[in-house]
């Protein structure tokens, strides 16, 4: 009898050691079966009393051995699982729930003037024309007028390719006036953004490279008439419609006569006073009537076809439009200049 019920526990302790619970619910049933209130371990301590006493001890001692070793077990066993279905909720991917936001950057200052200026002159007919800042120097100066002993060309303002004396960095996107003249026959009306490079000392206030739009607009009879009227609408558009303009002679090699276009800043704080050198008018751009020895470097014939050019510079546009006061600001992009433009367009 007693040999019986040795061999009854010993088998429990053997099925407890050879279980292999793997889902959740095998794991339950192996805590109901050997760890819960019911459980087949706990009558066992009951059979005690059959045993003849000098065996008690041992017997005893049998079966608290297998109650153990099913708590342990059942211990292993919850933890596994447990960590187990953590797992898995982390790998679970919930296809309903709303995107991560992808966090927008801002257009920079410059671009966002620069299509300002592109926007007004498409509206008018005039088609975007970009070409290469490394530039040959006939396209830069020579078909743009500019005789050999400009002092334009000095070394000290142009930026020439290393052992060249003849490709450099575009000085202005006049070059662009050249490449246009030569590649396309009148009626030509273009508007010419782009970077441009000048050897100056950087400050405040200028910048070794800056960007510049250029206008063209090349056909019989056009006259100085139209070109005012253009950049009076361009002012108006970009300055508002109540913008005053005057233009003042100036002197550029490519343009007979030459002018500068001035907008009425007005006088109404001090900074008025000292980016307008107190007189209220602010200068924009420069331009003039195309000169005929310039349409025919391009091969277009003078008697026939005039026309009329202009080119601004776009850093000092974009400073007045959002008070900038520093153009080297415009080159370092430090993101939180950068993101002061985040709803810009
Ligand atoms: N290229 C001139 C400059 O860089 C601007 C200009 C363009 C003037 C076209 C007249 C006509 O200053």
Redesign the pocket.
Known sequence: MSVEIFDKVKKVLEDIESAVPKSQEEVEQFRIKYVGSKNVIKPLFGEIRHIPNELKKEFGQLVNTVKQSAETKFKTLKETIEAESENTEARQIDLTAPGEPVALGSRHPISTTMNRIIDIFTRIGFVVAEDREIEDDWHNFTA?NTPEDHPARDMQDTFYLMNSAEMLLR????SV?ARVMTSQKPPIRIIAPGR?YRNETVSARSHCQFH?V???YIDENVSFADMKQTLLYFAQEMYGPDTKIRLRPSY?P??EP?AEMDVYWGLKDETDYRITKGTGWLEV????M?DPAVLSNCGIDPDRYTG??????IERQAMLLYRISDIRLLFENDVRFLNQFKSTL
């Open positions: 743009m000085t202005h996107t006049s006036q441009v510049q250029e206008g063209l550029f490519f343009t030459s751009l420069g331009c003039g195309v009329f050019a202009f080119g601004m510079g």
